[in-house]
C-alpha cells in the first residue's frame, strides 16, 4: 500500500498541483493536513476520482487548520471515530486480505495554544495510549508540531521541547514505531513557527 502525506496550507490554492502529484505517485491513501478548508467548501470542490474522502474542518471558528484523507475507492473504507475527542482528525478503516481491520487516520495539533488551549498536547498523548490500549492495526498520519532537530529526539538538542520529548516517551512506552525514519521528523519539524 502507498500512503502519501502533505501539509497543504491551504488545499483550495494548490488543488490543480495536488491533483497532478497524485496522479504521478497514484497512492492508495492520501493524507492532508492544514487544508484550510471551511463548511463553506463543498466535499465537490476538493473530491479525488476513484477516492472517498474523510473530512474534518477546523470545528472552530478560526482560520487553518482542518485533515482530510483520502482512500483508494475500491479498498472500501469506512468511516469511525476513536473515543478521544482530539479536535483536527479523522478516521477510517478497511478489511484487509485476512479480513483484519486496518485503521487509518490523519491529525493536526495546531502550535497555537489560543485555538485549543495546552490541553491538545494531552489529548495527542490520550490518542497514542489509546491506539495502543485497543490493539489496532494503524497508521496514522499527521503533523503533530513537536520541535527537535533530529529523531530519536536528545535531551541535547536546544531545539527540543518538554512536550516533544513527552510525545517520544509516550510513543515509546506504548511500543510504536515511526516508519521511513527521518519522515516522522520532518512533518512534525515543518511549520512549527509558520502554522495556524
Not at 492508495?28 to 463553506?40: M, N, Q, S, Y
Not at 470545528?59 to 472500501?76: D, F, I, K, M
Not at 490520550?126 to 503533530?144: A, N, Q, Y
Not at 509516550?170 to 520532518?186: A, D, I, P
Amino acid at each position: 500500500m502507498v500512503c502519501f502525506y502533505i501539509n497543504a496550507r491551504n488545499l483550495l490554492n494548490k488543488f490543480e498541483q495536488f491533483e497532478g502529484w497524485i496522479h504521478e505517485i497514484n497512492p492508495d491513501v492520501i493524507g492532508v493536513t492544514e487544508t484550510w478548508a471551511t463548511p463553506l467548501v463543498a466535499d465537490s470542490e476538493i473530491a479525488l476520482a476513484g477516492f472517498d474522502m474523510f473530512r474534518q474542518d477546523r470545528p472552530v471558528n478560526r482560520e487553518g487548520g482542518g485533515v482530510l484523507l483520502y482512500v483508494r475507492s475500491s479498498l472500501r473504507a469506512i468511516q469511525c471515530e476513536l473515543s478521544v475527542r482530539f479536535p483536527e482528525q479523522t478516521w477510517c478503516y478497511f478489511l484487509d486480505a485476512n479480513k483484519h481491520k486496518c485503521y487509518l487516520g490523519i491529525c493536526y495539533r495546531t502550535p497555537t495554544y489560543n485555538i485549543y488551549g495546552t490541553h491538545n498536547h494531552d489529548l495527542m498523548k490520550e490518542l497514542i495510549t489509546e491506539l495502543r490500549s485497543t490493539k489496532k492495526h494503524f497508521v496514522l498520519m499527521g503533523d503533530f508540531n513537536y520541535r527537535f532537530h533530529a529523531w530519536p529526539p536528545s535531551n541535547a538538542d536546544n531545539a527540543i521541547t518538554r512536550e516533544a520529548t513527552e510525545c517520544y516517551d509516550c510513543l515509546e512506552e506504548n511500543f510504536f514505531y515511526t516508519v521511513c525514519g527521518g519522515m516522522y521528523q520532518e512533518r512534525c519539524h515543518l511549520g512549527s513557527h509558520n502554522s495556524r
